[in-house]
């Protein structure tokens, strides 16, 4: 179900994108600290995700410096407490609309809910704050990045890449004809969402897909408009996984505060599951109807 292309690596593209995704965190972190709101917390989670792509596909000699391996660290953290943060939103939500919980028994969820979530976010104020404070050195100097920084950076990405490859190949048999592989659809949202912020580094997205010819070297170097197409096609991939997860995390938690045979539970629960089947179908008649459900960066 996979077809492989390669993409051309340009050691200044790389350096362009990985320098614009430090400098973006801490221009998110700013909007972030000042108003928390839901679509705030969406683009620091986004920027964080793009901060992880670059230190973890950077070749040692970047990963190893203090300033750089403490800034990923600490954003990783932040991360996570916002994807808490985030997780309480979609339980609410979820439980409202597609459960159809009652007024009365939603309150009964809620509360706990709300609090939890602001005592996540006050512990996340504290990590961003404390990220705010670290200063990164300009690490992606292009006047600094010969042959050497560009092989090691071609291998290291390769191999980030291959592994994320590999995973998504073995997890998409088990799911495709199993949705009960709670686990493994988890796992392969995860790795399709770091493959595509893996690829985004190596492409230049804002430039015309029709400004370069065809390449017909021994290589297959992928074309400008296909670069565009792969990351297109990856966010469809990511979108419905996102999707399914959500529901999980609702169903999750219900199953975990379900009250012994509460009749208003147990229909939540039955409302989500349908909708959740429903959007398992589509992303599995989705991968039915293309062969390229993945693409490796090879670089």
């Known amino acids: ?44 989670r986004t920027s964080l995700r793009r901060l992880q792509a670059t230190y973890q596909s950077s070749p040692k000699q970047i990963r190893k410096k203090k300033k750089s391996k403490e800034f990923a660290s600490i954003g990783k953290r932040l991360f996570k407490i916002n994807s808490n943060i985030r997780d309480i939103d979609i339980i609410l939500e979820k439980l409202a609309k597609e459960g ?66 590999n995973g998504i190949e073995t997890r998409i048999p088990i799911v495709m004809g199993d949705d009960s592989k709670i686990t493994e659809l988890h796992e392969l949202r995860k790795d399709s969402k770091k493959l595509r912020y893996l690829i985004e580094l190596v492409i230049n997205k804002d430039e015309d897909n029709t400004s370069k010819g065809n390449t017909n070297d021994d290589t297959n170097v992928l074309i400008d408009n296909n670069n565009h197409k792969i990351l297109e096609h990856l966010e469809i991939i990511q979108g419905m996984l996102g999707d399914i997860h959500d529901y999980d995390i609702a169903l999750d938690y219900l199953r975990q505060h379900q009250a012994s045979n509460n009749p208003l539970i147990t229909n939540t629960i039955t409302n989500i599951m349908k909708v959740r089947k429903v959007k398992f179908n589509d992303f599995v008649n989705y991968g039915k109807s293309t062969r390229t459900l993945v693409v490796n960066g090879g670089l």
């Open 1 to 44: 179900m996979l077809e492989y292309y390669y993409i051309h690596f340009d050691v200044n593209t790389y350096v362009d994108n990985c320098t614009q995704n430090i400098k973006r965190v801490y221009t998110k972190l700013d909007k972030y600290l000042e108003n928390p709101t839901e679509e705030n917390i969406h683009h620091m």
């Open 100 to 165: 159809k919980m009652p007024e009365q028994q939603l309150e009964h969820y809620e509360n706990p809910l709300v609090q939890n979530r602001e005592n996540q976010l006050e512990q996340a104020r504290t990590i961003a704050l404390g990220l705010r404070e670290i200063v990164v050195p300009n690490l992606y100097d292009k006047n600094k990045t010969d042959k050497n920084f560009e092989g090691n950076s071609i291998k290291r990405l390769a191999k980030v890449s291959r592994k994320l490859k």
